[in-house]
């Protein structure tokens, strides 16, 4: 018997290019997926890098670290400490009798 020429060869051949058909469309979509998840961790990687605060001394990244309840920003790379407007001052309030209060005038002599 020959089914090469038979309808039902004609049929198979259709289904098996119509699965083949699909788990390349399957395949493809899971590429893409793949590329834009990459392409969203880079662009957030990158916002996140632009929005670094640099260190001015020596260029490393400043991460904010809690010290007395107060956030200072502290280089990763050569550890200088930098305070933003107003931090200095809460500090010294904070150690009235310390050196710091005493060289900021918290504490009247």
Do not use: H
Request: hydrophobic share 30%; glycine share 10%; with cysteine.
């Amino acid at each position: 018997m020959n089914w090469k020429g038979s309808p039902m060869s004609k049929s198979m051949d259709e289904r098996g290019k119509a699965l083949e058909e699909e788990y390349f469309r399957r395949k493809e979509r899971e590429a893409i997926e793949k590329l834009r998840a990459k392409m969203s961790t880079e662009e957030q990687e990158k916002a996140k890098a632009a929005s670094a605060l640099r260190c001015p001394k020596c260029d490393g990244t400043l991460e904010g670290v809690i010290f007395d309840d107060v956030e200072i920003d502290v280089c990763n790379t050569c550890g200088g400490a930098w305070l933003d407007a107003g931090e200095l001052e809460q500090l010294s309030k904070r150690e009235s009798g310390g050196w710091l209060g005493r060289l900021w005038g918290s504490e009247k002599q």
